[in-house]
């Protein structure tokens, strides 16, 4: 099944990564960094990979602007601290 998600106007959406919640392979979210062109902010939002409904689960200001092709690196805090001491 293919499904999408529409943004306003002048909203853009960063490079999307799913975020595993249950067993099921579409039981997660969707997360990634949106930016509002008109207030020229940044949010990070939550989005039920199972419903893609286009209201997020949660959307959370972010207080510095995130560039548009950020990527996103999920990684433990035992996997970052063999990345560092590399």
């Given at each position: 099944?293919?499904?999408?998600?529409?943004?306003?106007?002048?909203?853009?959406?960063?490079?999307?990564?799913?975020?595993?919640?249950?067993?099921?392979?579409?039981?997660?979210?969707?997360?990634?960094?949106?930016?509002?062109?008109?207030?020229?902010?940044?949010?990070?939002?939550l989005y039920d990979a199972q419903s893609f409904s286009e209201k997020p689960v949660v959307?959370?200001?972010?207080?510095?602007?995130?560039?548009?092709?950020?990527?996103?690196?999920?990684?433990?805090?035992?996997?970052?601290?063999?990345?560092?001491?590399?």
């Amino acid at each position: 099944r293919a499904a999408s998600i529409s943004f306003p106007q002048g909203i853009v959406g960063g490079e999307p990564i799913f975020v595993p919640r249950g067993e099921a392979e579409d039981d997660g979210y969707i997360s990634l960094f949106l930016w509002d062109s008109a207030t020229q902010s940044t949010s990070f939002v939550l989005y039920d990979a199972q419903s893609f409904s286009e209201k997020p689960v949660v959307e959370l200001p972010v207080p510095w602007r995130v560039p548009l092709g950020f990527h996103g690196w999920w990684l433990s805090e035992e996997g970052l601290k063999q990345q560092l001491a590399a």
